[in-house]
């Protein structure tokens, strides 16, 4: 079954799910809704276009954690802020955003429809609208496409099989394995309700599962260019 890639690499990533009026969250992996909507965004597709969205929600996901990130939180400060019930106005709210700094992930798409993931690799090279790692501030480092983007693997495969998205020349050594976090289809692992239920402008999520497991780092391959 082909499976699309995709690099997620930046200073800044949030992909909250359980956030709150005055405070943000960010889970310590891309969730399935904002990587949909990433996609969505670079094929066009409107917030209230749940015919042309669907079919996106169908695939399945898998993260592999090429550079975990450090867990970060930003203080913001508004002035004015009107209650929920309208029935008094705040002089003064501080509002919590959590991030993920420096982290990169390789995400795959796995599904049976490869002109489907064919459109989405190749509106990720030119996208219609600009694109986010979880909020529109948070923008990519390095180009989310990757050429050859579309592998005739399953997800599994496909993940295990790709060189560290990591550059060359850090200070760092690269790991013996990497983490993978997987959809799991016979309801093991840990819940995330982040599975996109309707359109985006009606902002409805279900359940879905993801199990980890650990795998060797493709050893001897070149780092892949931006």
Known sequence: MPTLLLRLAGPMQSWGTTSRFDQRDTGKEPSKSG???????????????????????????GVRHD???????????????ISADRSKIHETAVTTRDYLADAVFLVGLE?????????????LQN?????????????????????????????????????????????????????????????????RMDQPLSSFAERRFGARFVRSERIDLLRGAPHVPA
């Open 111 to 123: 599904g049976k429809d490869r002109a489907l993931l064919e459109r989405a690799h190749a509106a």
């Open 127 to 191: 996208p219609a609208w600009p694109l986010a790692l979880g909020r529109k501030s948070y923008v990519p480092s390095e180009p989310v496409w990757l050429e050859d983007g579309v592998k005739d693997t399953t997800l599994l495969e496909t993940l295990a099989a790709q060189p560290w998205l990591v550059a060359p020349g850090r200070l760092e050594v690269a790991p013996e394995r990497l983490l993978v976090s997987l959809e799991s289809s016979d309801g093991s692992g840990a819940l």
């Open 67 to 81: 550079r975990p990130g450090v867990l970060k939180r930003d203080f913001q400060t508004a002035q004015n802020i």
């Open 35 to 61: 990587v949909i909507g990433l996609l969505a965004a670079a094929l066009g597709i409107d917030r209230e276009n749940w015919n042309d969205l669907e079919p996106l929600t169908k695939l399945t996901m």
